[in-house]
């Protein structure tokens, strides 16, 4: 505000407006997140309403004086005491939480690649090496892909030992038919297999490829859980044999478990692989002396054999030009058994326990 020299002003208005700045200053000090400093500045520095009012009291008569003077020196205590207070109320809020400005700093914790994704990124730079090409198919796919073509019939008894989940597809509305009854049921896939079929219909020969996907199957125990990952090798071409399988197997075994470790192949069934065996590794949790996990020292890591050619058949290749061998294994039991790994239940690689996940 300002005034002319020759101008006056009423004792009793400037006390009205100092009052007032003291209410509204007091009420702004006490709910405003500002510095000490830039609140004083606002209320109390060269260009604040009070310090302008302030200078106003030499247009007041000398009646008024000592009355107004006496009333802005009480409005400048009551505004630097809730200045003071809520200097002090910061310091002690900031005690409990002081920070050394001189002390180095602390790095935020770093997040690292999954248990399990690491164990595919292994297996995936193994058999790389073996010139096997990592390829990805459908983890939701058509009945036919993943049970027919890999010679299993509807109603053949093998499909009763896949707990397979079936899922709702467009057919099932009863709105659009498929006429062709090779794609008439979809299922989560319960293997890695249906990759074999969807890379021969490639019709690029020979293959050799590793798939790496997801599987679901109703299972659930210290060795199974309702989804999980495999990888499925797949390797054709003119005269391949069983010892091409088992030199493969073996290497892999030696590289991603270590030398020590033992592995077997026993004679098993499957209905895509003729001749089919069922591949195990000595127990890491034990050291093939038996646990609640091994039982008896062995592990089954899963299965292999030769290409059955029913399957080459399916996918218009010659058997009687080209046979080869498949092998699938799953992931988390794979790295379960892998030396100094110590896991003996799959179901804690999904737990989310961060203490767990730290280790690894």
Same mark, same amino acid.
Request: charged share 25%; proline share 4%; net charge negative.
């Given at each position: ?125 193994? *058999?790389? &090496?073996?010139?096997? +090409? !990592?390829? $990805? ?9 993943? #049970? /027919? ?107 991603? *478990?270590? &030398?020590?470790?033992? +592995? !077997?192949? $026993? ?9 089919? #065996? /069922? ?82």
């Amino acid at each position: 505000m300002t005034q002319n020299k020759d101008q006056t002003m009423s004792g009793d208005e400037l006390i009205r407006m100092l009052l007032a700045v003291d209410e509204e200053g007091s009420r702004d000090i006490r709910n405003s997140d500002d510095s000490y400093d830039s609140l004083f500045q606002t209320h109390l520095g060269k260009e604040s309403e009070f310090s302008q009012l302030a200078s106003s009291i030499r247009f007041v008569s000398k009646e008024d004086k000592s009355r107004v003077g006496t009333v802005m020196n009480s409005v400048k205590k009551h505004l630097m005491d809730a200045l003071s207070l809520k200097h002090k109320n910061f310091i002690e809020n900031n005690e409990k939480e002081s920070i050394d400005v001189t002390a180095p700093g602390q790095r935020p914790l770093e997040g690292h690649l999954h248990i399990v994704t690491q164990a595919i990124e292994e297996i995936t730079a193994t *058999f790389n &090496k073996l010139g096997f +090409t !990592r390829v $990805r198919h459908p983890e939701v796919d058509w009945d036919y892909y993943a #049970f /027919e073509a890999l010679n299993m019939p509807k109603n053949h008894p093998a499909r009763d030992e896949w707990e397979t989940f079936f899922i709702q597809n467009p057919t099932d509305d009863g709105k659009q038919k498929n006429t062709d009854s090779r794609f008439d049921k979809m299922v989560l896939t319960p293997h890695t297999s249906n990759g074999q079929i969807h890379e021969m219909e490639k019709g690029v020969l020979p293959i050799r490829m590793i798939n790496i996907a997801k599987c679901y199957r109703r299972q659930i125990d210290v060795s199974h859980t309702p989804m999980f990952h495999q990888f499925e090798g797949l390797y054709i071409d003119k005269n391949v044999s069983i010892g091409h399988l088992k030199g493969v197997l073996d290497y892999f075994a030696a590289s991603f *478990f270590g &030398k020590e470790r033992k +592995t !077997r192949i $026993r004679p098993f069934h499957f209905q895509f692989t003729e001749p089919s #065996f /069922e591949v195990d590794i000595s127990c890491g949790i034990c050291n093939g002396k038996g646990c609640r996990l091994c039982k008896e020292g062995w592990l089954e890591l899963g299965g292999s054999g030769m290409v059955h050619p029913n399957v080459l058949r399916f996918c218009n290749i010659d058997p009687d030009v080209y046979n080869g061998y498949a092998f699938g294994w799953g992931v988390e039991r794979a790295y379960m058994m892998k030396s100094q790994t110590n896991l003996d239940d799959i179901r804690i690689l999904y737990g989310n326990d961060i203490r767990f996940l730290t280790q690894f």
